[in-house]
Every structure is written in structure tokens, then in C-alpha cells.
């Protein structure tokens, strides 16, 4: 990370321990962690083969477990979310939204009461559920086994949105979340528009979906992503929170191409 993508999440993977007060002192340079974790996700590699110039791996694989589980990566991911939004002159919470899910193949040291087989896709995994935002942006996010309906994953991954988010009230779908999740939704007051195919043959772009195949797209450039190795869904949560902070670090930073 450059030293302006740091300032903007510094505080929110801070040492624990500060000068003057009682407890071990932190040894380890939270900044280089940080960016083992983007290493791995962005590479795909092993964590026991980080190159030398990062801490230990079982240091930092350490850090990403506890990151993932105590919610500090959906933190750091929801402070960049606003700032995005901001700087295009939006709400930082979201009033709708677009939610969708992707399957990936579980390796072996997945358990198997945490994956099924995805008989759409014909793959044995992990499903992700996600809504995004209408600028991509992901507001809430939930990993189940493949096998899972989309109404059970679709009912869990919009009211998580709807703690993110009270002003939440539109949501777009694909034909495959059914009356059980429309139903839900508009008991909480939450409208849903369901996106069917334009034409029974060939290509064209459906309204508002094409907005989360990006976001998808955007996330599998992380390799990491790519197959599900965790043995926990919520560190596999983690880092697809981890995988768009990155991306957010870049588009907050960089400057926009031409």
C-alpha cells in the first residue's frame, strides 16, 4: 500500500497495545500484515509461501482469521464503500441495491458439512451471496454451501443490507430468488423487482444485473477467490471483504483513467 491508502484504514487495524500501557508490545508492523493478506489474495498463493520481505505467515494468517471474525475487514470495506460513494456525491448508505450469487469449487481442506453441489452449475462448493450497490460497490455478503436455495441465502444477505443500511428499500433479483424471498423482503418493507431475460436467444445486457456480474468480475481478479480453501465460511467472508478493500484502496487513491 502507498502511504495514502494506508492513512485511510490505519486506525481500524491499529495495535492493540500503546506506550504507557501494560501488556506485551507489539513487534510486528501492522501496514507489512495488511499487506501480505492483499498478497495472498490477489496471488492466490499458499500462506506458508509469502515471500521473506512479509512477518511470518502464521503471524499474519493469524491477524486475517481474527480480521474476518470480529468484522474488522467489513469495517474497513464499509469505510471505503462511503468514501466512494461520497466522492461521487452519493448517500454513504444505500437506498437499493442488487443482490446475486456466485459458486466456486470448495478445495479439500473445506469440511463437508460446509459445502454442497451446486446442480445449476454442477459444481461441489460454496456459494456466495452478495448485494450490491447501483455503483457495485458490495453492501453485505453471506457464504453458505453450494447447495443452498437462493430464497435462504437471499432472505440472510438482504437483512444483513438492512443493518448496513436503514434506508434501504429497493432490491433487484434474477428469476432465481422466488416468491419466498419477495415476500420477505416486502414484509420488511423492501420492494423487489425481479430482472427476467430480454430475449429467449442470444446476448443483451439485462438492466441493473449487468452491475453485479461486475462486481463479481471485478473480485475474481483476486485468485484467492477463485476456489474456496477455508475450512470457515465466515473467513471465506473475510476475504472477499479483504479482496474489495483493495480495490476500493485503488479507486479512492489512483486516479481515474481517461
Known amino acids: ?30 501496514r507489512r500484515v495488511v499487506d501480505a493478506i492483499f498478497y495472498v489474495a490477489a496471488t492466490g498463493c499458499q500462506w506458508r509461501a509469502l515471500p521473506d520481505c512479509y ?26 464503500a462511503g468514501a466512494v460513494r461520497a466522492k461521487e456525491g452519493r448517500d454513504a448508505a ?13 478445495a479439500a481442506t473445506v469440511p463437508h458439512h460446509s459445502k454442497g453441489f451446486d446442480a445449476g452449475k454442477r459444481i461441489k462448493g460454496r456459494k456466495t451471496f452478495g448485494v450490491v450497490d447501483t455503483l457495485g460497490l458490495l453492501v453485505a455478503v453471506y457464504v453458505v454451501a453450494a447447495s443452498t436455495s437462493d430464497n435462504v441465502g437471499g432472505i ?37 423487482e425481479v430482472v427476467t431475460k430480454i430475449h429467449a436467444a442470444g446476448f443483451k445486457v439485462l438492466p ?37 478493500s483493495r480495490y476500493l484502496l485503488r479507486r479512492l487513491t489512483q486516479p481515474a483513467t481517461p
Open 55 to 80: 512477518p511470518n505467515w502464521n503471524t499474519v494468517h493469524r491477524y486475517h482469521l481474527t480480521w474476518s471474525r470480529d468484522g474488522t475487514w467489513e469495517a474497513i470495506a464499509a469505510r471505503l
Open 1 to 30: 500500500m502507498t502511504d495514502e491508502e494506508w492513512e485511510l484504514i490505519a486506525d481500524l487495524v491499529a495495535p492493540y497495545w500503546r506506550p504507557g500501557r501494560m501488556g506485551r508490545p507489539v513487534t510486528v508492523d501492522r
Open 156 to 192: 440472510e444477505t438482504v437483512d444483513r443490507t438492512r443493518v448496513r443500511s436503514r434506508r434501504f428499500a429497493k432490491v433487484w433479483c434474477d428469476a432465481g430468488f422466488k416468491r419466498t424471498f419477495i415476500d420477505h423482503c416486502r414484509t420488511h418493507h423492501v420492494g423487489v
Open 94 to 106: 444505500p437506498s437499493a441495491g442488487i443482490v446475486d450469487a456466485r459458486t466456486v469449487r470448495a
Open 208 to 244: 441493473k444485473r449487468w452491475i453485479v456480474e461486475r462486481t463479481w468480475s471485478w473480485l475474481m481478479n483476486n485468485r484467492r477467490l477463485q476456489v474456496d480453501y477455508e475450512r470457515d465460511p465466515i473467513v471465506t467472508e473475510g476475504s472477499t471483504w479483504a479482496a474489495h
